[in-house]
């Protein structure tokens, strides 16, 4: 959204500049407008019950997030079929018996004022065994992982389990999905060019690689409804994966009218690659570039204030994605909306901080297992 907006005050006449730029809504193809540009980015918490339904803990952490101000909230990645598992107390998509706890959600987040979203999630190689109780798959044999090698006819029936999820999130009354291809997971892993080295249409050339991302993308469109929104999670290197590819990925979805928005998760948004051929640019800028088609672009990656949030949008990108500022703060959207100073607080912070927030003691224990200088 561009330009400024003029309305005529009923008093005054007066001209009254637009809202600032986070505060905006956003139009996207499909779908309701989100409220404003700040997004709970999908975080892994480890609060579900271990069947893969809803537990009461991760409906308070979301639902409070959109009380919070978020214009729309995103579920953690929520796992398509038992075999693509990665994580205990991991939101589940895979069976009708998850359907309860999702409309629950769904509705909670309606009623909290924000748009919402489920992230469609494999994990392939990195899938764990030991809480999906099944041995785990991947697009190339994997004996350090202990994942076999999908078949080809097996890969059509991963992007069937996608297609089947969306349907299901559709059901429960969510406004959209977003299908998880980085960070290494199943999706991710068919980019690798140095272990994919398939010989079907799946290995080998990038084309042949991203193939099912594509699949996926076209065969959840195919089973949801108009209007359901659809995007597509991407990282721009690591696992395999290397940034001159992501690029020439991320552009290729976003000319392929499959998508309302692509969510770049770049782990700092201003990380900026080593190789001169990128002149100094930031990754935030370098996607920025892209052309999108009409898609909308977000980025995510070290978002704990409101000048960050602003410097993202400044950069070119349509939305941002808020990861440890809403752990730190369920009320993180509010707070940049009413204070272009607002910086959160710093990190570390107590158990009981974070139990004020609807952090739940599973997540917190996640949270501490993986970053010692999160909690004190």
């Keep these: 959204m561009t330009g400024r907006t003029v309305v005529s005050s009923t008093r005054h006449n007066e001209l009254i500049p637009p809202a600032p730029l986070p505060a905006r809504p956003m139009e996207l193809d499909n779908g309701p407008a989100w409220p404003n540009r700040l997004v709970l980015a999908p975080l892994t918490n480890q609060q579900s019950n271990q069947d893969g339904t809803l537990h009461e803990d991760e409906l308070r952490w979301l639902g409070r997030r959109a009380i919070g101000g978020f214009g729309m909230v995103m579920t953690c990645a929520a796992y398509v079929a038992p075999e693509g598992k990665a994580f205990p107390g ?7 018996r998850c359907l309860p706890g999702l409309t629950q959600l769904a509705t ?5 004022g924000a748009v919402s979203c489920v992230q ?10 030991a809480v ?3 041995p785990a798959v991947a697009p190339w044999d994997d004996t350090e992982h ?31 999905v977003e299908i998880h291809a980085g960070h290494g997971y199943l999706l991710a892993q068919f980019l690798d060019a140095t272990r994919n080295t398939r010989n079907d249409e799946y290995g080998g050339h990038l084309t042949n690689r991203s193939r099912i991302l594509l699949e996926v993308l076209e065969a959840v469109r195919g089973a949801t409804e108009p209007g359901f929104q659809v995007g597509i999670r991407l990282s721009p290197w690591r696992y395999g994966i290397v940034l001159d590819e992501s690029l020439v990925v991320a552009e290729q979805i976003m000319a392929s009218g499959l998508v309302d928005y692509l969510d770049m998760s770049l782990w700092d948004v201003k990380s900026r690659p080593e190789e001169a051929q990128y002149g100094g640019q930031t990754l935030t800028e370098l996607f920025s570039a892209l052309p999108r088609h009409g898609t909308r672009l977000g980025v995510a990656g070290k978002i704990t204030s ?26 993180f959207a509010n707070r940049v909306l009413a204070d272009p100073k607002f910086v959160s607080i710093d990190q570390p912070v107590s158990r009981r901080h974070l139990e004020a927030e609807d952090v739940g003691p599973r997540f917190i224990d996640y949270i501490t297992s993986m970053w010692d200088d999160f909690v004190r």
Excluded: Y
Aim: some cysteine; overall charge negative; aromatic content about 6%.
């Design 90 to 96: 991991q939101l589940g998509v895979w069976d009708d």
């Design 108 to 112: 909670a987040l309606r009623t909290g």
């Design 120 to 129: 469609l999630h494999h994990g392939g190689r990195r899938a764990n065994p």
């Design 132 to 134: 999906s109780g099944v």
């Design 146 to 176: 202990g994942a076999r090698a999908l078949t080809t006819a097996e890969i059509k029936g991963v992007v069937a389990n996608f297609a089947r999820a969306a349907r299901r999130v559709q059901e429960a009354g969510f406004d959209g």
């Design 306 to 331: 409101a000048a960050a949030v602003q410097w993202c949008l400044d950069e070119g990108a349509d939305f941002v994605m808020v990861g440890t500022g809403a752990i730190l703060h369920h009320d």
